[in-house]
C-alpha cells in the first residue's frame, strides 16, 4: 500500500488507463483490492437468467474503476491467469451461496488460452463448477484472431470438452468476424452494445440483427442484447426476437454480497419455482417405475 501511495503522486490517478501496468496489477491483488461484481442478464420475461463476473479496481484516491480504465496496459500471461483464478473463485462463491439455474458468464482472453497452466486449472475447478446447477460459460472476444492461430481454436476445443461452455463476445463491433459462430457451439452470442442502439437510426444494423435473430433460432444459440438502458430499447429488442438482456434498465454490476438479494429483485424465486415445474415434469415423463 506505501508503494502505491508514492508512486500516486508521480502519476495522475485521473489519467490510471495511461500509466497502470502489469506490476501494478499484481500489486493490487496481493493488497486485495482486485475483485469481482456481477451483473445480471435476464430472459424476455424479465427474469433473471444468467450473471457476468466483471473485474473491479479499487484503487486509494480513486475509488471502485472498471475494468476499461485499468486493463488498457495489461500485457503479460500471469495477470490474466490471476484475473482468471479469481474470476473461478468468484463462480465458485456464487455457487456455495446456492444459487443454480443459471448462467455464469467469466470473461477468458487469448493470453489464457494460450497459457499451458489454464487447461489444468479448469479441469482441477470442474468438479465444482461443472457438477453445479449452474452453466459455466466463458465469454471470448470477437477481436481474439482464431482464424490465424490453430492453438486458439484447439485451446478453446479441449476446454469445452471439460464441460464448459463458450459465448462470444462484442458481436458486431468494429472487430466484427463469423468465425467463432461457424467453428464452435457456441451457447449464446451477445450483440456489442454499440449496435444495441444503433439500429435505431440504422437500417442496415436493424437489418443485421434480424439476420443474427434468424440464424440464432436456426442454431438454437441464445441472443444476448447488451448495455439496454431504457424500456423502449428492451420492448424494442425483445420484438425483434432477441432473447435475454443485459444492461442498467435491469441491474448495475453489484458485489457479490448483495446478488442474491438483486437476483430476488428480479425474479430468481419464481423462475426457480419455474425451473422446479419443468425438473418435475421431465421425472413423471420418464418414470420406469411402471415398467
Known amino acids: ?96 451461496m446456492g444459487i443454480r439455474d443459471v448462467t455464469i458468464a467469466i470473461n477468458i482472453s487469448e493470453h489464457d488460452l494460450l497459457n499451458p497452466a489454464v487447461f489444468p486449472l479448469l479441469k482441477a475447478r470442474a468438479r465444482t463448477l461443472i457438477r453445479s446447477r449452474c452453466a459455466i460459460v466463458f465469454e471470448i472476444s470477437e477481436s481474439i484472431d482464431f482464424a490465424t492461430n490453430e492453438r486458439l481454436e484447439l485451446a478453446t476445443r479441449k476446454i469445452s470438452r471439460l464441460g464448459y461452455e463458450f459465448t462470444l463476445d462484442d458481436f458486431l463491433s468494429v472487430y466484427s468476424t463469423t468465425f467463432p459462430i461457424r467453428h464452435f457451439d457456441l451457447r449464446a452470442i451477445k450483440l456489442d452494445m454499440s449496435i444495441c442502439t444503433s439500429y435505431r437510426t440504422s437500417v442496415k444494423d436493424f437489418a443485421l440483427i434480424k439476420t443474427i435473430v434468424y440464424y440464432c433460432r436456426l442454431m438454437g444459440v441464445s441472443l444476448i442484447a447488451e448495455g439496454v438502458e431504457d424500456r423502449d430499447q428492451f420492448i424494442e429488442l425483445r420484438a425483434m426476437g432477441m432473447q435475454k438482456f443485459q444492461g442498467y434498465l435491469f441491474s448495475k454490476p ?32 420418464h418414470d420406469l417405475s411402471v415398467i
Open 1 to 96: 500500500m506505501t508503494m502505491l501511495k508514492v508512486v500516486d503522486k508521480v502519476r495522475p490517478l485521473d489519467q490510471i488507463e495511461s500509466w497502470f501496468s502489469d506490476e501494478d496489477l499484481m500489486a493490487c491483488f496481493q493488497a486485495g483490492q482486485v475483485f469481482n461484481v456481477a451483473q445480471p442478464v435476464v430472459g424476455a420475461d424479465g427474469l433473471v437468467a444468467g450473471i457476468e463476473l466483471l473485474l473491479r479496481l479499487n484503487y486509494p484516491g480513486l475509488g471502485v474503476v472498471a475494468a476499461g480504465r485499468f486493463m488498457k496496459n495489461i500485457r503479460e500471461r500471469d495477470s490474466y491467469f490471476a484475473i482468471l483464478q479469481a474470476s473461478l473463485d468468484a463462480a465458485e462463491r456464487i455457487i456455495h
Open 254 to 285: 453489484v458485489e457479490i454480497e448483495r446478488l442474491v438479494s438483486r437476483m430476488i429483485e428480479l425474479g430468481y424465486a419464481k423462475r426457480q419455482r419455474r425451473a422446479s415445474m419443468s425438473e418435475a415434469s421431465w421425472r413423471d415423463a
